[in-house]
């Protein structure tokens, strides 16, 4: 198992591929730490944490509040002495307008939201991570890969999110700590399923053509899993890639080559 005995901390579980992210860890060997706002949704991934065997410590945070996510480490430390990884995948939607156009204080607000708070959680997991020789991986996204309208403001957020993950590596990796990210393209879950679902309805289509005409753009005709992420962002937290550190890792399915 790539995770056997570890400790994951997953900063930011949603439905979709965080969920994957926790019950993927569990399946591979990790004990969780699951953080989030929604405090449900933490008691029903934990749930299924424990149905994989094993344990998992859900803490409601506000990730963009520094001394709740201060408490969140506290927490894990306090529940099983060490964290092994540290995945980011939190997120907040950065505004959609051309940069010509954005509301500047807007776009202000996703930075923050989107790369200081990243970067927070990151420098309070730190000692930590030092500790255990431990690993960090940050979800970023294939928006980095184009410059299409209207994700200019999108683009500026998750390149800033990049240089973070790129930075810490050269600054962390003396210390034993590596930082890496993963940039998914499109994720078949269920926000993408309902976003596919109102396009075909506004187009007078079947919501498999929608799926069709995306798919036909990567290589191997068709979008990636949330386990399929999940999975690549488990290698990157795992011995496995031990050697690797300052990588960021596309995966999806081929839509765009780097």
């Known amino acids: ?37 929604t405090g449900s949704l933490l008691t029903e991934v934990a749930g299924k944490v424990q149905a994989a065997g094993r344990r998992a410590l859900a803490v409601p945070t506000d990730l963009t509040d520094d001394a709740a996510v201060q408490r969140l480490v506290d927490a894990a430390l306090g529940e099983y002495g060490r964290v092994d990884a540290l995945v980011q995948n939190a997120f907040a939607m950065p505004p959609m307008r051309s940069l010509g156009k954005v509301d500047l204080d807007e776009l202000r607000s996703g930075f923050d939201a989107n790369v200081l708070a990243a970067l927070n959680t990151i420098r309070l997991c730190t000692p930590a991570l030092i500790a255990s020789g431990g690993a960090v991986v940050v979800v970023n996204s294939a928006v980095l890969r184009h410059s299409r309208r209207p994700f200019g403001p999108y683009k500026v957020v998750k390149a800033g999110l990049l240089a973070v993950a790129q930075n ?86 081929g839509e765009f080559h780097h």
């Open 1 to 37: 198992m790539l995770l056997a005995e570890k400790v994951l901390l997953v900063a930011g579980v949603g439905p979709g591929l965080g969920q994957a992210i926790a019950v993927r860890a569990a399946q591979h060997g990790a004990d969780l730490v699951l953080a989030a706002r």
């Open 168 to 253: 810490l590596a050269s600054e962390l990796g003396p210390k034993g700590v590596r930082v890496n990210s993963v940039a998914p393209g499109w994720i078949w879950a269920d926000t993408l399923r309902a976003w596919f679902a109102y396009q075909a309805a506004q187009r007078g289509v079947p919501a498999r053509q929608i799926y069709d005409e995306i798919a036909a753009a990567t290589d191997l005709r068709r979008l990636p899993e949330p386990e399929e992420v999940a999975d690549a962002i488990l290698f990157l937290a795992s011995d496995l890639a031990r050697g690797i550190t300052g990588a960021c890792l596309d995966v999806n399915c």
